[in-house]
């Protein structure tokens, strides 16, 4: 048996160790969206801490800067003369839940139906936070060493834009320093297939307020001469979306670069099944796809902007009378392609609003933290470790995939150090409705993630 035998079983023999530790995990619901969940944000972190200390991780502890929700920090630093400095990143805050009642089980009791694991938080991303430390006891368990050093990183605000990212790496860059980023923040190609990914939108935000009156009044008294602001809001929104479904933002194109032949070719081959897609997604049988049908799926989840509605203050029916309402709110997230600065697709969404608002309503336009889309060339040494170490662990190559999401961290930390590779693998799969109700990870190709990460810290030892 090889070192990496001794491991690789380790890692095995430690499956149901690993599953117990995600679901501890999973019921401290550390959504750090909520101002109630602060508390349960930091028990997360604390929780987190102690799983890495238990890992056989060193100098373990909570950081932040200003108020932000906590960061875990940990290291092991003592591999052979001239290896390298291994980054492995996950977060331990989640999204708020949704709709609770539309949940098959609680999303904060942690389920198993058909070979998967329901729960908040169980694929994005505590079973990436998991699979870091047990990679990082298959080696130290076994060895009593690692094949390089290793850093670990669990961000506890990556649900909220990572607001105070680049503070935070400003005030930790010397403890931080690494050769090579790991983030196992994203996802597989589909079940049983690995992905590598190269590319994630960026992420623009605003809220648009539209206000007509000091209060409400009677809208038999009033409606048809005093302005109603949820129709104004309305037809702001309207005007966002072409009868595409396309975003409408005027000269939000200008910056969106078309496809190349080659970016296109490059798209993987199994692109192109959108009915599929949607199925998956849980599309209902009349409604029909969206974007450009010029355009491939794929081109459109990974590589053009898009814009969603993801919240809307008004009245709630219960308990609403015949009153036209003081104001109305949306927040608006936009998903930007590769090259779209964020602060000037928040430019643009304002001028467009400005231009759009009925009836000379009061607009409150508040722009939200924003992040810039990521791409890297998915070559070069530690391109290569990775994909023989996904090989390794799934039996099949990876396939080299965009994301349509963002992860905010990628771009400034790889830049904050030189421009170092950022390897993006993952728990999730298109299964796992990430952010949606019903969140799952799939635990058979979560152990195959553990093994690749094992394989992985081996492959880089010479990158
Ligand atoms: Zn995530």
Known sequence: MTALDDALAAADAARAAARTELEELVRIPSISADPDRRDDVRASADATADLLRAHGLESVRLAGVDDSHPYVIGEWMHASAGAPTVLLYAHHDVQPPGIVDNWESDPFEPTERGGRLYGRGSADDKAGGVAHAHAVSAWLNTSGELPCNVRVLIEGEEEIGSPTLSSFLDAHVEELRSDVLVLADAGNWKVGVPGLTYSLRGLAAADI???????????GMAGGAIPDPVAGLARVLASLVDDRGDVAIDGLWEEVRPLTEHERAAIPGLDDDPDGFGRAMGI?????????????LHERLWFRPSLTVIGIDAHPIKGSSNQIIARATARLSLRLAPGQEPDRVIEQLRAHVERHVPWGLELRFTALEGAPAWQTDPSGPAFDAARRALRAGFGTD???MGVGGSIPFVGPFADAFGGIPALLLGPADPHSRIHGENESLHLGDWHKLIASEVHLLQELRNF
């Open 398 to 400: 990876p396939v080299l």
């Open 284 to 296: 209902r049988p009349g409604a029909h796809m969206v974007g450009d049908p010029a355009t491939t």
């Open 209 to 219: 307020e539209l206000r007509a009156l000091d209060g409400p009044v009677h809208s």
